[in-house]
């Protein structure tokens, strides 16, 4: 699991354009691991302590203590009237459509891919 965080984080800037990240996260998501799901999430969040809108890609999977690892990359923009409107989290299981499809073909997808972003975080946790 720290092999895919490594992936992630040789793979993915501070420059890396929207569609390329979700490129990549897309290809980390075909090395296989039992029993994953993905979560796409975005939403305007303080949890920084500051309101930033996060287009957020998650890839869940179970730990040895039943719980899970949740490996992150989110996309963190400022807030503004444009993305305001946007606040979702869609897992793959409830998809008839392959994920990454959706998230492309999404109305927060188009609308972001080409506004500059204040940073990336990647990273693991566990529930």
Not at 10 to 25: A, G, M, R, S
Not at 96 to 113: G, L, M
Request: hydrophobic share 35%.
């Amino acid at each position: 699991m720290n092999d895919l965080l490594e992936y992630l984080m040789q793979k993915i800037t501070n420059k890396t354009p929207l569609e390329n990240i979700v490129d990549i996260f897309e290809q980390m998501c075909q090395i296989p691991i039992e029993d994953d799901m993905i979560l796409f999430e975005t939403g305007t969040f303080s949890f920084t302590g500051e309101p930033l809108f996060y287009f957020s890609l998650v890839r869940q999977f179970p730990n040895e203590d039943e719980e899970y690892y949740q490996l992150h990359v989110d996309v963190l923009y400022k807030p503004t009237h444009k993305n305001e409107q946007f606040e979702a989290a869609v897992w793959n299981e409830d998809l008839s459509e392959n994920i990454f499809d959706y998230i492309r073909k999404s109305e927060v997808f188009a609308n972001t891919r080409n506004d500059d972003y204040v940073k990336i975080d990647i990273y693991m946790d566990e529930t």
